[in-house]
């Protein structure tokens, strides 16, 4: 646990609607306490109701991104988001085995937007179960990702230890998360060096869950460096979260018929 201001990086897409990606993990960083950097990974044409095209940056683009910052920003942790494709994980990979300096690192397996839209090619899968997920401290899969990541054919009803268990065999702690589950709380799992954690939270019954995949694994990088250890901070980012979906009916986006976002500051305004 560090007392100075952390700083974090999100490497991730973006988000014009400021609701998820690269926009709303800055949003979470300074929420938390911590100072915000961010590696563009894609630029998505997106909305509260769906994604309307996805451009994705070069492999070289986002490693001269990442080279440059890194050469002259001490960085604390780092939350990696959407990547888009094999090539683009494949040189993230290669990024951070370059610097172990680097000590907290939470990757969020972004394959599947909210509204449904597929956000990571096929062929990536398979870069970021081998390549990427070794590198990361903590991944933080929902149960349709957790599927995607063990061949599932399809999600489980609810995060289980047992689940979480085979996710961890890939070569990370694990974060998974119950909130596509049913019932009137969002159980979680956490597992991290063979220590199990349940957390639970009331289910906010709102529309305005846009951006939480990215909001809550944004929270735990922003919250490591200043907790010690992995299960407080998780815990924390799950309250923050919880009150963020809360407080989510005070903001106006969007037309009313997708999934708003989150209220990031909602300790603030």
Request: proline content about 6%.
């Amino acid at each position: 646990m560090t007392t100075r201001i952390p700083n974090v990086l999100s490497i991730a897409g973006t988000d014009p609607s400021g609701g998820a990606g690269i926009m709303a993990d800055l949003k979470t960083f300074g929420a938390l306490g911590a100072y915000g950097c961010g590696v563009v990974t894609a630029v998505v044409a997106q909305n509260t109701q769906g994604v309307e095209a996805v451009g994705l940056l070069t492999p070289d683009q986002v490693r001269t991104q990442i080279e440059n910052l890194l050469a002259d920003v001490r960085i604390d942790a780092i939350k990696i988001g959407m990547l888009g494709s094999a090539a683009v994980i494949e040189t993230v990979a290669d990024a951070l085995e370059a610097h172990p300096e680097v000590p907290w690192r939470v990757l969020d397996p972004v394959m599947v937007a909210s509204s449904g839209d597929r956000l990571l090619d096929e062929d990536a899968v398979d870069a970021l179960r081998s390549r990427l997920v070794p590198t990361a401290d903590v991944i933080t899969p929902n149960l349709a990702e957790a599927a995607v990541l063990l061949d599932l054919p399809e999600p489980p009803p609810e995060p289980t230890e047992d689940l979480a268990a085979r996710l961890a065999q890939l070569g990370a702690g694990v974060m998974l998360k119950g909130g596509h589950g049913t019932g009137d709380s969002s159980e979680d799992i956490l597992l991290v060096g063979g220590d199990v954690t349940h957390l639970s939270a009331p289910r906010i019954a709102t529309r305005n869950t846009h951006g939480t995949g990215c909001t809550l694994s944004a929270a735990m990088a922003a919250l490591r460096p200043q907790r010690d250890g992995w299960a407080e901070a998780t815990r924390d980012a799950k309250d923050y979260l919880t009150q963020a979906l809360a407080a989510s009916e005070r903001l106006d986006v969007g037309a009313g018929t997708g999934h708003g976002p989150v209220h990031h500051f909602h300790a603030w305004w």
